[in-house]
């Protein structure tokens, strides 16, 4: 059987590494994408079955390039991981157009770029869209203002993606991480926020980049053949609690 291939962006680190890492266990191998072509090289040290490509997503030529090199590398391509993204908050009032399009051309003009290049290869192989989204496109919240934005945009892109490409057998599905103890999430959430974290979470606890990785390479592959449009939130129950009240558990 002909070895499926995954194109991860943001695979550099955090939710992007460990999907990469799972796909490989899964006998894949995987184009890994990030424009940090430092980390990206430290990331992909060991990892014999994937290869890195230092692009930068939210820039069309280099999208159209990207495309080109990892299909010139592996020949196909079975499923792209729309994971890169960036996280710049900060209260309304002084979020200008600056923050608004720093946020936007990463989170969700470069998920609609490298969708539209892809679906040539897509199309080819029958493969998958996973975008990556987020709780905060399900819910709002503080500081959040061009980030949620983005996020919501991605699943309603995502929804677009299902409906227009099912007949070509792509299938496109979204996952929206709840809070992640990643390096980055932990180093700046004071006890006080993850407290706070904890007690709207019904399971109690921040999820692992693991375990959102088992939903995105679960929703990639053939088990989930028959899935697609569908919005999978990966939160421990934070979307569907909405307000936590911790006082009146046992």
């Not at 799972?22 to 184009?31: D, H, N, R, T």
């Not at 499923?79 to 979020?95: L, Q, Y």
């Not at 157009?97 to 290049?117: I, K, P």
């Not at 309603?156 to 299902?162: D, G, N």
């Amino acid at each position: 059987m002909t070895q499926k291939i995954a194109l991860v962006t943001g695979a550099a680190r955090g939710i992007g590494l460990a999907t990469t890492k799972l796909f490989i266990e899964e006998g894949w191998q995987v184009a890994m994408v990030d424009r940090d072509g430092d980390e990206l090289a430290i990331a992909v040290d060991g990892l014999d079955e994937a290869k890195p490509f230092v692009y930068d997503v939210s820039i069309p030529e280099q999208v159209t390039e990207m495309i080109a090199a990892v299909k010139g590398a592996f020949g196909r391509i079975d499923a792209v991981v729309n994971n890169a993204g960036v996280a710049d908050f900060g209260p309304i009032e002084e979020t200008d157009f600056a923050r608004w399009r720093r946020v936007m051309e990463t989170n969700l003009d470069g998920v609609f770029l490298v969708s539209q290049a892809a679906i040539p290869s897509l199309k080819e192989t029958k493969g998958a869209l996973l975008n990556i989204a987020s709780i905060s496109g399900l819910r709002a919240s503080t500081l959040r203002v061009a980030y949620g934005t983005s996020k919501a945009a991605v699943i309603q892109l995502t929804k677009q993606q299902a409906a227009e490409l099912g007949e070509y057998g792509i299938r496109a599905n979204c996952v929206c991480p709840g809070p992640v103890r990643t390096k980055l999430a932990m180093a700046v959430h004071s006890q006080e926020i993850i407290d706070a974290y904890h007690d709207a979470i019904p399971l109690n606890r921040y999820g692992s980049e693991r375990e959102i990785a088992e939903v995105i390479v679960f929703l990639c592959s053939e088990r989930a053949s028959y899935v697609t449009g569908q919005v999978v939130a990966s939160d421990g129950g934070f979307d569907s609690t909405g307000v936590g009240l911790p006082a009146l558990r046992t």
